[in-house]
T-cell receptor, first 116, second 112 residues
Framework: NAGVMQNPRHLVRRRGQEARLRCSPM?????VYWYRQLPEEGLKFMVY????????ESGMPKERFSAEFPKEGPSILRIQQVVRGDSAAYFC??????????????FGEGSRLTVL | QQPVQSPQAVILREGEDAVINCSSS?????VHWYRQKHGEAPVFLMI?????EQKGHEKISASFNEKKQQSSLYLTASQLSYSGTYFC?????????????FGTGTLLAVQP
């Protein structure tokens, strides 16, 4: 059973470009979470999605950031008009049920975004 | 609200013990512990749900106090493989979502 798959693992963008990060949850998992981690810092919650629904986006910046988890295909975190401050590791996690209450989140290896 | 961990960093020699604390000003519904090695994904260690609960095995265990505002992770007879950053994470009682809020992190370095 493959784990959570994230791609690309590394992404370099120039300021003003768009970044698209993809996350395929583990088979049978319908709950997806995105976290951002700045160098030498902790994991900051961004957004929690279930299939086709955004459940909680309280950690998402109001502008330039969006997330989706369509019925078919991976979850996508989209960052428009990237700035240097967006440089970070973006981790996706999935769970078969709401992870906060019942058990573990399974994390992907992360996508490391560098903005030049 | 983000849980606060202490210490921020600790250096051990192999075989020594360590305790990592995680505190919140409000009662937590649950507390989770994760370990993250440098450049890797966080890995789940355990979850505690009940006040007064203790869980784990001989080498790595955790407790959750009765008021459910503090948890401690105990690392016994540390090994080199224990090195990494340890995070507690919590979800508050109630609310419509189940997002985990991660603590400030504790960097653990085990030296030969």
């Amino acid at each position: 059973n493959a784990g959570v798959m994230q791609n690309p693992r590394h992404l370099v963008r120039r300021r003003g470009q768009e970044a698209r990060l993809r996350c395929s949850p583990m088979k049978g998992h319908s709950h997806v979470y995105w976290y951002r981690q700045l160098p030498e810092e902790g994991l900051k919650f961004m957004v929690y999605l279930q299939k086709e629904n955004i459940i909680d986006e309280s950690g998402m910046p109001k502008e330039r950031f969006s997330a989706e988890f369509p019925k078919e295909g991976p979850s996508i975190l989209r960052i428009q008009q990237v700035v240097r401050g967006d440089s970070a590791a973006y981790f996706c996690a999935s769970s078969p049920s709401p992870g906060g209450y019942s058990g573990e989140l399974f994390f992907g290896e992360g996508s490391r975004l560098t903005v030049l | 609200q983000q849980p606060v961990q202490s210490p921020q960093a600790v250096i051990l020699r192999e075989g020594e013990d360590a305790v990592i604390n995680c505190s919140s000003s409000k009662a937590l519904y649950s507390v989770h512990w994760y370990r993250q090695k440098h450049g890797e994904a966080p890995v789940f260690l355990m979850i505690l749900l009940k006040g007064g609960e203790q869980k784990g095995h001989e080498k790595i265990s955790a407790s959750f106090n009765e008021k459910k505002q503090q948890s401690s992770l105990y690392l016994t007879a540390s090994q080199l493989s224990y090195s990494g950053t340890y995070f507690c994470a919590s979800t508050g009682r109630g609310g419509a979502t189940n997002k985990l809020i991660f603590g400030t992190g504790t960097l653990l370095a085990v030296q030969p």
